[in-house]
């Protein structure tokens, strides 16, 4: 049983940071991707940033870039989201997901390649 257990939201005020983290257990494949996503109330699931965990290529979308950073472990289970300077467009449930085997990386940040996702963590950027 594959599960993604995400952590380290919590409520903070614009420009500060936070660090979400993603554990993952269960069988994977070790060439795929993995990526955080986030969905504001009314609005859809975007793809935030992803990584391969094989080559260790990164993608992100542009309102994360150059803001946000995406790592993971050395033994590729734990997965974390560096995020600074936070605004608050950036409030929003954030999900940690990874696809069941392989990575098409060119489309590594949209959510229809991911088959598994975990239960998400709020995060709140507010003054």
């Known amino acids: 049983q594959v599960q993604l257990v995400e952590s380290g939201g919590g409520s903070v005020q614009p420009g500060g940071s936070l660090r979400l983290s993603c554990v993952a257990s269960g069988y994977f494949y070790s060439s795929r991707c993995m990526g955080w996503f986030r969905q504001a109330p009314g609005k859809e699931r975007e793809g935030v940033a992803a990584?391969?965990?094989?080559?260790?290529?990164?993608k992100y979308a542009d309102s994360a870039q150059g803001r946000f950073t995406i790592s993971q472990d050395n033994l590729k289970t734990t997965l974390y989201l560096q995020m600074n300077n936070l605004k608050p467009e950036d409030t929003a449930i954030y999900y940690c997901a990874a696809t069941k085997s392989g990575c098409y990386i060119a489309a590594m940040i949209s959510p229809y390649e991911y088959a598994y996702w975990g239960q998400g963590t709020q995060v709140t950027v507010s003054s």
């Open positions: 990584i391969y965990s094989a080559g260790g290529n990164t």
